[in-house]
């Protein structure tokens, strides 16, 4: 019986996942990373020292399990980048995925590649290399850039420049042919970048080599382990999700809201861009909306009491569109507007606005992939701290005029695993008949849906407007 791992290298901390070969969970852990994050996050060698404590963890879970290993793979903060020299080892701490600095740099793109689409941000992997060629003193020395999943990879396979697409996508690669594209080479030109320090594109899930004997030992590996491309972690909680077939969708939840669905092809239009996952790719969106904007207004305690207040079948009639901070991305394209002016009072009245103004960015958020050429099929699957709260699941489902789905377990790591495992059972498509653990369900009521069918059409009106 062989058995896959799964590794999500987070924010804070690790996850690790072990299944068996008909995609049961044997074994999870989780541990934080070695010292104090969010300071040692860009400390490419606590990623190491993280990894060696969670194996040691994870065999002591399942000690059969472990010994039966065969493949593992890993999945890292998308945009998390660091230069390399010709033995692999990092040129200096990592930029990390949240990473601004490189606003000059993000500027002159935008001037200079209008078309670069996810390229043009300043927490883009492609703006942070420009900035790395101004300001590292040590730039000269680099034989490889890699991101956080492909460098611990290349750690423990001793095979450096080689990464997955997903990966890629924040440097310019066009995943479709696997290629960076003209313009591209002609910016590294500009900034007397040599293109060939960037890394060689694989299809996630396929092999990068085996574990190398010293890391072998140090994992406690007893058997040949087999290290399997990666994807970046929002890709693996897809998987985890169950998003393996078109029409699939998923909403996370959290500080922002961020949207995905499988489809049979890319779909790249302004504010949408495509992850590709095995035969199908991955067009997803993200909003700078958010619960994050409701803690401007509300305790965490105090949204949990007002909870029982709500009413998710009866709309407000108020218009609000909740942002933290200055600008939006999707559904409208806004970067100088600050969003609604948030109410002052803490009570359930404005937190049910609140709530309601996310569901109709969500609601607009899937009408445009739609528009784009997309297909949402059945219920919307959700993860994220937002799902805690049943009244706006509800609300959710009335709005969409779908079922909503929580998921408990979408876990990145579980999805790393699930693509180590992919390669032996025919390919992403075959994750069909993973054991997805369901979740609980929110369903859609008529009248509710009559009522908030309005709302939502004048909630697009009126903010259209403010889109550039």
């Keep these: 019986m062989p058995t896959y791992l799964g590794v999500d290298l987070g924010t804070s901390g690790l996850r690790g996942v072990l299944l068996d070969d008909h995609l049961h969970q044997l074994a999870s852990v989780a541990l934080p990373y070695p010292g104090h994050p969010p300071e040692n996050f860009t400390d490419s060698q606590t990623w190491l020292s993280g990894l060696e404590q969670l ?10 399990g472990w010994a039966a290993l065969r493949a593992m793979s890993l999945d890292g903060t998308s945009g998390t980048l660091l230069l390399c020299n010709q033995r692999g080892q990092a040129l200096g701490p990592a930029l990390a995925y949240s990473d601004q600095r490189a606003v000059a740099e993000a500027d002159w793109l935008q001037q200079q590649w209008p078309a670069g689409g996810v390229c043009l941000s300043p927490s883009s992997s492609l703006s942070k290399l420009l900035w790395l060629r101004l300001h590292h003193a040590d730039f000269q020395q680099t034989r490889f850039v890699q991101h956080q999943a492909d460098w611990v990879a290349a750690q423990l ?17 066009d995943p479709q042919t696997r290629a960076y594209p003209a313009a591209l080479l002609r910016v590294l030109e500009t900034w007397d970048i040599d293109p060939a320090i960037l890394p060689h594109a694989v299809v996630e899930g396929s092999t990068l080599g085996r574990v190398q004997p010293q890391w072998a030992e140090r994992l406690g590996m007893t058997t040949p382990v087999e290290v399997r491309a990666g994807c970046t972690d929002s890709v693996a909680a897809a998987l985890a999700a169950g998003l393996n077939s078109p029409g699939k969708a998923l909403t996370s939840l959290g500080s922002s809201l961020a949207f995905k669905f499988v489809h049979p092809t890319p779909l790249n239009t302004r504010g949408l861009y495509s992850h590709y996952l095995g035969d199908f790719c991955l067009p997803g969106a993200a909003s700078n909306a958010g619960a994050g904007a409701l803690l401007r207004i509300f305790q965490p305690e105090q949204m949990t009491d007002l909870e029982p207040a709500l009413q998710p079948e009866y709309p407000t009639g108020q218009m609000l569109y909740p942002l933290l901070t200055t600008g939006e991305r999707f559904p409208i394209r806004a970067p100088d507007w600050p969003g609604s002016a948030l109410p002052a009072e803490a009570n359930a009245h404005n937190f049910q606005a609140l709530l309601e103004g996310l569901c109709y960015i969500e609601a607009w958020s899937y009408a445009l992939m739609e528009t784009a050429g997309g297909k949402i099929c059945g219920h919307i699957r959700s993860v994220g701290g937002g799902t805690r709260n049943h009244a706006w699941m509800q609300m959710r489902s009335h709005v969409l005029n779908r079922p909503v789905e929580i998921l408990h377990d979408a876990d990145p790591a579980r999805g790393a695993a699930l693509l180590a495992a992919s390669a032996d059972l025919g390919g992403v498509a075959a994750l069909e008949q993973a ?34």
């Design 55 to 64: 194996t040691r963890q994870l065999r002591l879970a399942h000690p059969r």
């Design 157 to 173: 396979t001793g095979k450096g420049g080689i990464a997955d697409r997903g990966n890629l996508l924040k440097i310019g690669l």
């Design 435 to 468: 054991d997805i653990p369901s979740g609980q369900m929110f369903y859609p009521e008529n009248e509710a849906v009559e009522r908030y069918a309005p709302q939502v059409q004048q909630f697009q009106e009126m903010f259209t407007r403010f889109s550039t």
